[in-house]
T-cell receptor, first 112, second 110 residues
C-alpha cells in the first residue's frame, strides 16, 4: 500500500523527555516537511528537507530537530527545550519544493 | 507579509443548501493556491490547485475559483458527508513556502 505513514498516532511526553515522531513515505518524493497544527492557527512549518542529508529550518524550529538519512524517512524529535509541545504534528511530502504537498495522517502529542 | 484569511470561521448548512467559502490572500508572488479538506483527527486531504486568476476546478459538489486577491470554494447541494474543515494555502513563488489559513469548519445537517 503506497503513501505516507506517521507513527505513533498518539504520543505522550513526560517533563524533560525527548520524543521522536516517525514519518515514512514510499512514493519516491524528494521533499518532506513537518508542520505543527494548533487550534485556531494555521499550519506552521517546523523543518523541511529537499534531498537526503539536507534540511532547513522553518518558522518555528526552536526545540525541534530532524534528520534525513534516507529518502523515505524524515523523523522529527521534539526535545525538552520545546516548552509547549502539545499539538497535532503533520508530515507532508512533495515531488519537489515547487509541487503540491500531500499530508500524512498526523501524530497527536500530549504532555503528561 | 504573506497572509491568508479564511471566512467564515464556521458555517452550518442544511443538506442541499449551497454556499461558498472564502480565502483572501496577500502574497508577494503567487505560485499556486491550494484547497484541502481535513476531517477531525486526520491529516489534510488535497482537493485542488489553482495557478492563475480566472482558473476554475471542479470535483463532485465542489468548485474552486481564483481571482487576483481571493479564492472561493463553492459547495453545491452539500451532503452531511461534506462536513469537515476546509483549509486554504498559498505558495509564495519566491520561497516556495506554503502559508495556511486557519480554515472554515463546515457542518452540513441532514
Amino acid at each position: 500500500d503506497g503513501g505516507i505513514t506517521q507513527s505513533p498516532k498518539y504520543l505522550f511526553r513526560k517533563e524533560g523527555q525527548n520524543v521522536t515522531l516517525s514519518c515514512e513515505q514510499n512514493l519516491n518524493h524528494d521533499a518532506m516537511y513537518w508542520y505543527r497544527q494548533d487550534p485556531g492557527q494555521g499550519l506552521r512549518l517546523i523543518y523541511y528537507s529537499q534531498i537526503v542529508n539536507d534540511f532547513q529550518k522553518g518558522d518555528i524550529a526552536e526545540g525541534y530537530s530532524v534528520s534525513r538519512e534516507k529518502k523515505e524517512s524524515f523523523p522529527l524529535t521534539v526535545t525538552s527545550a520545546q516548552k509547549n509541545p502539545t499539538a497535532f504534528y503533520l508530515c507532508a511530502i512533495s515531488m519537489g519544493v515547487r509541487e503540491t504537498q500531500y499530508f500524512g495522517p498526523g501524530t497527536r502529542l500530549l504532555v503528561l | 507579509e504573506d497572509q491568508v484569511t479564511q471566512s467564515p470561521e464556521a458555517l452550518r448548512l442544511q443538506e442541499g443548501e449551497s454556499s461558498s467559502l472564502n480565502c483572501s490572500y496577500t502574497v508577494s508572488g503567487l505560485r499556486g493556491l491550494f484547497w484541502y479538506r481535513q476531517d477531525p483527527g486526520k491529516g489534510p486531504e488535497f482537493l485542488f490547485t489553482l495557478y492563475s486568476a480566472g482558473e476554475e476546478k471542479e470535483k463532485e459538489r465542489l468548485k474552486a475559483t481564483l481571482t487576483k486577491k481571493e479564492s472561493f470554494l463553492h459547495i453545491t447541494a452539500p451532503k452531511p458527508e461534506d462536513s469537515a474543515t476546509y483549509l486554504c494555502a498559498v505558495q509564495d513563488s519566491g520561497t516556495y513556502k506554503y502559508i495556511f489559513g486557519t480554515g472554515t469548519r463546515l457542518k452540513v445537517l441532514a
